[in-house]
């Protein structure tokens, strides 16, 4: 049995995504694309949350948004939705998109840098003690 790297197990999930960068964000968003922060609790805790998104932790991902899985949330309708996974530096989040891809989620991706580009990229402000979306964000509807 042939053994890989975390790295080249890293590379190989992104070679299947088309990564977005924090400035595609909006445009993402405005299209209908759907956020997951999969940040353990502890870590939103101390780095901020993410508005607009939806809060699926990382050991519940794959139940939660396969089509086929009876644990699916609604949002999960098909395999044409545009997930877009995002954790805190964009490493977790790529091998979390390639595992959905797997099950057939063939518009999952991530974010290039993870919560840390958005804040980086100043599309995160705090206004009254709690972090924002620079530019709008729809609210998710019924999950």
Known sequence: MSRLTIDQMLDDARARLDRIY?????QALARGAILVDIRPQA???REGTLPGALVIERN???WRLDPSSSA???LAADHDVEWIIVCSEGYTSSLAAASL???GLHRATD???????????GLLTVA????H?????TALASL
């Open 22 to 26: 924090a400035f595609e964000v909006p």
């Open 43 to 45: 870590q939103r805790d």
């Open 60 to 62: 519940v991902l794959e």
């Open 72 to 74: 699916r949330l609604a």
């Open 101 to 103: 891809q797997l099950l």
């Open 111 to 121: 974010l290039v840098g993870g919560y840390q580009a958005l804040k980086a990229a």
């Open 128 to 131: 009254s003690g709690a972090p």
């Open 133 to 137: 979306f620079a530019r709008e964000v």
